[in-house]
């Protein structure tokens, strides 16, 4: 039998009805391609983790969404959204059927959907760690806050696709804009399935390696993605030069925001291969009618720099966590790696 919380009015329970999952995704102002249930179900088996997608309900209204995993080793209970070793920029909770509601409506019913999902996750696993990473249209945070949450305020870029090609085109610095004009005889760029996703993350990986850093994704989690999501959400852009693999983007997309998701190593080539292939996934969501391509991170300095060149705009989100002490000592390893 399901376990419900009520909170005040708000019945939080374990979704029932997986197959409406996704059409509340698609309602939320906050949902994207991460919440879908079969991008959910490929990060619960690729982390060995259990999936919780709490739904909240006033009524037979659904309020809100918020997938949870849990990890249990040695007697110990954590929790996140989304899981660790993933590389996933965000996911946490998304709000429905708040937009009508008066201000003070709405914050009361946002707060206590979160207390409702917190108090289930207490209930039901007394996780001594629990970390969530918003994403950047999902503003207020302060429920969390208020559960003694500690705030960690991240940042992303974001390019706005609205104004068209050449308006986006000329607001690059001059050297992106030179770069996007390289011979199309030099190179060639197209999508193309799962090798090419495991050529791309292989390249990440040895570039990551060279470095001494860690680099934990699988391909197989990524192929997964692929092939279980909707034509299209998962696309593994690749970059050929006289006729061999110089490099790529696995981008992920849904109807608001295109991701630079992995890829982008840095290759020996005189082509500018990153520059074409952020170039061509820009021009692709805009004749898709897709507004925001968003360059997933700004928070690595050495990586800014390229980032920036493309004139976007700084986007904030958060990541919160909440845990006994021990716990929090315990958890430099996952921050390694997240």
Known sequence: MS???????????????????DDY????????????????????????????????????????????????????????????????PHLGPVLLNMEKLKRRKAERRHRRFIDGCLDWLDSQYSPKYVHVRTGGRYEDIRPFEWNEFEVLPRHTYEVDLTPGEDDVLSSF??????????????YEIYVGGV????????????????QDEPYRLSANFVADLYQSLPEGAVRPYVCEVDGE??????????DERIYRWQGGAKHDHDVPVNDLVDWEIMRDAMD????????????????????????????????????TRMMNLLTDVYKRFR
Request: proline share 6%.
């Open 25 to 88: 995704v698609e309602r939320s102002p906050h949902g994207d391609v991460f919440h879908r249930l079969d991008a959910l179900r490929a990060q619960a088996e690729h982390t060995g983790a259990t999936l919780h997608p709490l739904v909240g309900y006033k009524g037979q209204e659904p309020v809100g969404l918020f997938p949870a995993f849990t990890i249990s080793k040695g007697g110990v209970t954590t929790a996140f959204s989304p899981p660790p070793n993933l590389w996933l």
């Open 288 to 323: 898709e009618g897709i507004p925001r391509y968003d360059l997933v991170g700004a928070n690595e300095r050495r990586l800014c720099g390229y980032k920036a060149k493309f004139n976007p705009e700084l986007v904030r989100y958060y990541s919160l966590e909440r845990g």
């Open 245 to 254: 693999f110089a490099g790529g983007m696995v981008a992920l997309a849904d």
């Open 173 to 186: 610095s001059s050297d992106a804009r030179s770069n996007t004009r390289t011979d199309e005889s030099q």
């Open 195 to 210: 090798d090419a996703i495991r050529r791309i993350i292989r390249q990440v990986k040895d570039r990551h390696d060279a």
């Open 3 to 21: 376990v419900t919380i009520e909170k005040n009015g708000i019945r939080v329970e374990r979704a029932d009805d997986v197959d409406r999952w």
